[in-house]
């Protein structure tokens, strides 16, 4: 769909995916090859080395320049890519916190999950109320601030800076599809990475010998395929576990976005095709 907005108008495609952003994953992440993107600019897309963490601050600082950029030289930015919270950072700004005290935070990465929320529940008990205990990344970063700063999350959620979302026209879009048409494609899609080679990618990334808890090495597909290449369960074992999963991550995201998008945006729940001309003429509406 971006592509048949980009065919109509001078226009720069930039990845919202936080999985697309690594150079390691064309394939499990499903970054767009270059025949498939049809000769239209693209950017932000592998664009950083497995080796690292990208954060959602580092990527809205890289949106921006690229957004800037693009209006600079009368292109169209379209942003596609399905991180909510990347996406939200880029339009609402990020949280002023202080660089968290090293101390302070080997202390709490070295506690157990349910040790570390119940400190939350004592130093910040609005943050562990919101947070899903054994979500060990948010309540770790949550009780880091709390201890780090002497103040909770909430108080410095509520003084964000940084963001464009006043300085510029957007044109939302929120697809929501049928489920049941949506998982289908999940369970082809993840097969069809398979037949292209997301076997020997993750070969590749298990030779890097990574720390095991780079965002590259927890991807959806990484791990059941890293276990298949072990001898730990068989492939229709990884397919279908990796299946489940993206099943999952996209019953997620279709929550997020249908409740945590502001009203006002523009939702479709139709399957869309390049015959589909209405939603674009709804979008390019000056």
Not at 136 to 163: C, Y
Not at 231 to 249: F, L, M, W
């Amino acid at each position: 769909m971006a592509l048949e907005i980009a065919k109509k108008q001078p226009s720069v495609i930039i990845n919202a995916d936080s999985a697309q952003v690594y150079r390691d994953l064309q394939i499990l992440s499903a970054r767009p090859t270059e025949s498939e993107m049809q000769g239209i600019e693209h950017q932000l897309f592998g664009y950083i080395d497995g080796s690292e963490a990208c954060s959602a601050a580092r990527w809205a600082h890289d949106a921006k320049t690229a957004i800037a950029q693009a209006h600079q030289h009368d292109r169209l930015p379209i942003l596609v890519g399905g991180t909510g919270l990347y996406v939200r950072i880029l339009l609402e700004g990020i949280a002023p916190i202080p660089e968290i005290v090293p101390e302070v935070r080997e202390e709490i990465r070295k506690m157990e999950t349910l040790e570390a929320y119940r400190s939350l529940q004592d130093l910040d008990p609005v943050a562990a109320d919101r947070l899903n205990r054994m979500d060990s990344t948010r309540v770790q970063r949550a009780l880091e601030v709390v201890r780090s700063t002497g103040k909770p999350l909430d108080h410095w959620q509520k003084n964000k800076v940084g963001g464009i979302g006043d300085a510029i026209t957007l044109h939302p879009l929120v697809l929501l599809p049928p489920r049941d048409w949506l998982y289908e494609r999940c369970d082809r899609r993840f097969e069809e990475m398979i037949e292209r080679g997301a076997k020997e990618e993750v070969r590749d990334l298990m030779a890097r010998e990574l720390p095991p808890n780079l965002p590259v090495m927890r991807a959806i597909g990484v791990p059941e395929i890293a276990e298949w290449l072990g001898g730990g369960c068989s492939r229709e074992a990884a397919v279908e576990r990796a299946q489940a999963a993206t099943r999952q991550y996209a019953k997620r995201q279709y929550t997020w976005f249908r409740n945590q998008s502001p009203a006002h945006w523009l939702r479709t729940e139709e399957p869309l095709n390049n015959e589909n001309g209405s939603i674009l003429e709804r979008i390019l509406r000056p």
